[in-house]
């Protein structure tokens, strides 16, 4: 597997109209983005610094991954996003050293990426997301 760098970082939070305020007005970041990823029930808010990206996630409904990580570990960091050259590739390498993965194939993301995530109990309690962008693709 070869990693370019932290794509993201995932923060749940209940709301991001309180939480975006924070990172605008005291860290000095621009939310560029809004996006609402129906099949994930969140609505994500984007930010940059440097290459690297703060994905604030808010769920949608109660049955939302998000809705329940906040119910069980409060609001906070999620998960962390490493860019790959070669999704696929990577998800087939961690498989073959006994990684469990949450998804065995690339899924669509937020922002038009290629997303899958490695299980939290392969990846000593953190839960793990490669991704891809298709315009990036090495082969
Ligand atoms: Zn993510």
Same mark, same amino acid.
């Given at each position: 597997m070869n990693?370019?760098?932290?794509?993201?970082?995932?923060?749940?939070v209940?709301?991001l109209?309180?939480a975006?305020?924070?990172?605008?007005?005291?860290?000095?970041?621009?939310?560029?983005?809004?996006?609402?990823?129906?099949?994930?029930?969140?609505?994500?808010?984007?930010?940059k610094?440097?290459?690297?990206?703060?994905?604030?996630?808010?769920p949608?409904?109660?049955?939302?991954?998000?809705a329940?990580?906040i119910?069980?570990?409060?609001e906070?960091?999620?998960?962390?996003?490493?860019?790959?050259?070669? /999704?696929?590739?990577? /998800?087939?390498?961690?498989?073959?050293?006994?990684?469990? +993965?949450?998804?065995?194939?690339?899924?669509g993301?937020?922002?038009? /990426?290629?997303?899958?995530?490695?299980?939290?109990?392969?990846?000593?309690?953190v839960?793990?997301? +490669?991704?891809?962008d298709?315009?990036?693709?090495?082969?």
């Amino acid at each position: 597997m070869n990693i370019s760098h932290i794509e993201h970082l995932g923060i749940a939070v209940k709301s991001l109209e309180q939480a975006i305020p924070y990172y605008e007005q005291i860290l000095g970041l621009k939310c560029y983005a809004i996006e609402e990823v129906a099949d994930q029930k969140v609505k994500t808010a984007f930010f940059k610094a440097g290459q690297t990206k703060i994905e604030l996630l808010e769920p949608t409904g109660p049955e939302s991954t998000i809705a329940k990580f906040i119910e069980k570990r409060g609001e906070g960091i999620h998960h962390i996003a490493f860019a790959v050259d070669n /999704l696929q590739k990577s /998800l087939d390498e961690v498989a073959e050293k006994g990684v469990q +993965l949450i998804d065995k194939a690339p899924r669509g993301g937020a922002e038009g /990426l290629e997303i899958a995530f490695l299980h939290p109990k392969s990846t000593i309690g953190v839960l793990t997301e +490669l991704c891809q962008d298709p315009k990036n693709n090495a082969e």
